[in-house]
Nanobody, 125 residues
């Protein structure tokens, strides 16, 4: 059973930084895609902000976070990270770690197979 456990969320002032972590267990896929999806308070839609092919490090970002957020993966530790810099109030959201089994689409709008429980990020102005 695949499990994704996020950590690292919290409250920060605008301009600050946070690093989210996602510990993955229970899978042996060599070419999975992993990503971060967020849902802002009061909004029904979820937004894919970053996605990575863990086998080779290729990554894509939403325009809203490009240049500020960096996704990375420690293959040995099976841990996904999201470094978030220059945070803005509009980045406030619940952030979910996600995984798509191979063959995966490497897309911000992928049909994710697994989701974590989420970690809250709040950015104040």
């Amino acid at each position: 059973q695949v499990q994704l456990v996020e950590s690292g969320g919290g409250s920060v002032q605008a301009g600050g930084s946070l690093r989210l972590s996602c510990a993955a267990s229970g899978y042996t896929y060599g070419r999975a895609c992993m990503g971060w999806v967020r849902q802002a308070p009061g909004k029904k839609e979820r937004e894919g902000v970053a996605v990575m092919l863990t086998a080779d490090g290729r990554a894509y970002y939403a325009d809203s976070v490009s240049g500020r957020f960096t996704i990375s993966h420690d293959n040995a530790a099976k841990t996904l990270y999201l470094q978030m810099n220059s945070l803005k109030p509009e980045d406030t959201a619940m952030y979910y770690c996600t995984l798509e089994r191979p063959p995966c689409a490497l897309s911000l709008t992928a049909h994710w197979d697994y989701w974590g429980q989420g970690t809250q990020v709040t950015v104040s102005s």
